[in-house]
């Protein structure tokens, strides 16, 4: 630790005909010991005694010990510029200035900053950059303004700190002398006091002239000799050498696709990895559309195509060959409701599915999402149609039937004319007729209860679309556990309004009331058949197709 005083006391009884007051101008520096972390600060003291050879260093800052620290006796008042964090005096951080009385627990204490008149408003300022800093301490009738500022800056119109503080009370034989103290311990910094000004008062106050102040020392670590400096260069050049085979080598495999001999038929739907990877930027962040339980799903952009969706799935190699040949046969279904499924790649565990971007988003977002505007009952009418129509197709059109297994609001996009399409193909399967293949795909409240236990068939790709015209015609969810036990499941409470001759009660209400009520009653009974417990019992499509589009 270290002090340095005016060997001459500051007389407060002289200043008996006048308020008591004083202004202190001085400039300092705190530089951090290279490749360590800098440590503690300095303070500048009125004290009754220049005798403090029994205070302690480190965070005591050469002013007290753990005796004397909060002791009236002590009679001392310093200002401290910290830049230790000490939690045995509650300090605020490691860079802040304090007003402190007897005590090292400021009576008032901020972050180190200064006031910036061309700006208006506080900056921070490091006091342990190694930078000159000035300061200003005004006292005058019993107030105590601390003012701050880089070198060279005029002195602000706004003090950092401003406390009333009773200088009597402290200095009761109105003595004390002035200077500094400053210290360090396991933290290591230098310190500089670099010019000082002192006076009774602001106006009397000798300027500082800055151009004489000696420069800060500017202090680096000691280089040390090394014997690695004897093989540096040729580790340089084989680290170089291996970056560049790596380099040539990342490159090599960043496009690396697996091609193999019985994909040739196949060639008209493959895409190369290379075209997907930049028309996805990359499969970036900015490009990830969602997520879903079977992958990541990807945006991205094709000249010759325009917008499309890129799905990512995680495929196993034995099921390679019967899952791309059902790809390459879905991408064959045509109907102007379909999402178009424009083809495949494939790299090692990893299959790649193209389709067409639908603008207009989910209907999903549209019945449950503030961000888009509520669909109009023509709209989602002409909407069930569109899919009713598609799934005829899947199951009554195309050349083999094809089971969706997963229809729902969220696999049902839409154009930028509203118009609907029926996607979401990830894992559908075929199937001649007669042909069943195990269930356990699909979504709690489009299931058909045979389906959760036995197969999946037509039937149930039936149960999926009434519960979908329920959840379109009402604005809610197949199944919501939030929602009260009766009203729970959507099926049950549709068919006890039914049975309460109140069927409007289930219509959503942000319809409004616009509606045809024939309408709307048809679609809702129809779902209710589509949804029978029974499979029979339930219409096949070419019916539901009949039916809705009668009205």
């Not at 000799?225 to 050498?241: D, E, G, N, Q, Y």
């Not at 929602?483 to 109140?502: A, D, I, Q, Y």
Request: charged share 20%; with cysteine.
């Amino acid at each position: 630790m270290g002090h340095a005083f005016f060997n001459r006391p500051f007389d407060f009884g002289s200043a008996s005909s006048q308020s008591l007051s004083f202004s202190t101008h001085f400039v300092f520096a705190l530089v951090p010991k290279p490749g360590v972390d800098g440590g503690h600060g300095i303070a500048f003291v009125l004290s009754s005694s220049m005798d403090l050879t029994k205070a302690d260093p480190a965070q005591y800052l050469g002013l007290f010990n753990i005796s004397t620290n909060g002791s009236p006796s002590s009679q001392l008042l310093a200002i401290e510029l910290d830049t230790v964090q000490s939690a045995e005096f509650d300090d605020i951080n490691k860079n802040h200035v304090g007003i402190n009385v007897n005590s090292l627990r400021s009576v008032d204490s901020v972050s180190a900053s200064y006031y910036s008149d061309r700006e208006g408003k506080n900056k921070s300022l490091a006091l342990l950059s190694g930078d000159s800093i000035e300061v200003w301490i005004d006292y005058e009738d019993t107030l105590l303004n601390v003012t701050l500022a880089p070198l060279r800056n005029e002195k602000p119109s706004k003090p950092l700190l401003s406390k009333a503080i009773n200088l009597t009370a402290i200095f009761p034989d109105q003595q004390a002398f002035v200077g500094f103290s400053a210290a360090t311990g396991s933290l290591v910094s230098y310190q500089y006091m670099l010019g000082w000004s002192f006076s009774r008062s602001r106006v009397s106050l000798q300027s500082l002239d800055i151009s004489k102040l000696p420069t800060v020392p500017r202090l680096r670590e000691p280089k040390k000799t090394s014997p690695l400096l004897i093989v540096l260069p040729v580790a340089l050049a084989l680290v170089v050498m291996v970056v560049l085979g790596g380099f040539y080598l990342y490159r090599r495999k960043k496009y690396a696709e697996i091609k193999e001999p019985w994909e040739k038929e196949y060639g008209p739907f493959r895409y190369s990895y290379e075209s997907l990877y930049k028309a996805t930027r990359g499969f970036k962040e900015d490009s990830h559309f969602r997520k879903d339980r079977f992958g990541e799903v990807y945006k991205g952009t094709m000249s010759l195509v325009g917008d499309i969706v890129v799905n990512k799935l995680h495929v196993a190699e034995e099921g390679m060959k019967q899952f791309v040949a059902e790809v390459v046969t879905m991408g064959s279904l045509k109907h102007r409701s379909l999402v178009p499924l424009l083809g495949y790649c494939r790299r090692k565990g990893e299959l790649f599915l193209v389709s067409k971007y639908m603008e207009g988003g989910s209907v999903d977002q549209y019945l449950f999402h503030d961000d888009k505007p509520p669909l109009s009952w023509s709209q989602r009418l002409a909407i069930l149609k569109d899919i009713a129509s598609a799934l005829c197709y899947l199951h009554m059109g195309a050349s083999q039937a094809v089971l969706h297994q997963d229809i729902k609001s969220s696999n049902v996009l839409l154009n930028g004319n509203l118009q609907g399409f029926l996607g979401g193909f990830r894992m559908a399967r075929f199937h001649d007729y007669g042909f069943t293949v195990s269930a356990a795909v699909g979504t709690i409240g489009y299931m058909a209860l045979e389906q959760m236990q036995i197969r999946a068939s037509t039937r149930t790709d039936v149960y999926a679309f009434g519960a979908f015209m329920l959840e379109v015609t009402c604005g809610r969810r197949p199944f919501d556990p939030e929602m009260p036990v009766e009203k729970r499941h959507l099926v049950k409470w549709v068919c006890e309004c039914w049975r309460n001759g109140s069927l409007v009660d289930a219509i959503d209400t942000k319809l409004g009331g616009k509606f045809i009520p024939g309408e709307v009653e048809m679609v809702l009974k129809l779902g209710l058949l589509c949804t029978s417990t029974l499979p029979d019992s339930r219409p096949d499509m070419t019916h539901v197709v009949a039916y809705i589009n009668s009205h």
